[in-house]
Nanobody
């Protein structure tokens, strides 16, 4: 069973930065993504990467502020979050699968999920 372990969440003031990490227990993953769930809302797509293709996709709400990357040697994905806003407050989840994901925003296409890490942005 593939395991994904997130870390790096915490409390930060608006305008600050955080970097989330998602360590995978396997090197065979192809697509990885970050989703988030804010209190009272449904889980939403944040960013995705298909690492061997070098392609990334971002939600409009985070474009230009967040950056997703993948360190193949460490089997770890990262989400660098800059210029954070209070509306970025949420539990952030990483997701992954072994295949090419045709619609990265579709959470149903990901086979594996992490346990989530809380990000809180104060005004």
């Amino acid at each position: 069973q593939v395991q994904l372990v997130e870390s790096g969440g915490g409390l930060v003031q608006a305008g600050g930065s955080l970097r989330l990490s998602c360590a995978a227990s396997t090197s065979t993953l192809y697509s990885m993504a970050w989703f988030r769930r804010a209190p009272g809302l449904e889980r939403e797509f944040v960013a995705a990467i298909r690492w061997s293709a070098g392609s990334t996709v971002y939600a409009d709400a985070v474009k230009g502020r967040f950056a997703i990357s993948w360190d193949n040697a460490k089997n770890t994905a990262y989400l660098q979050m800059n210029a954070l806003k209070p509306e970025d407050t949420a539990v952030y989840y990483c997701a992954a699968t072994h295949v090419w994901v045709s619609r990265p925003v579709d959470e149903g296409l990901y086979a594996y999920w992490g346990q989530g890490t809380q990000v809180t942005v104060s005004p």
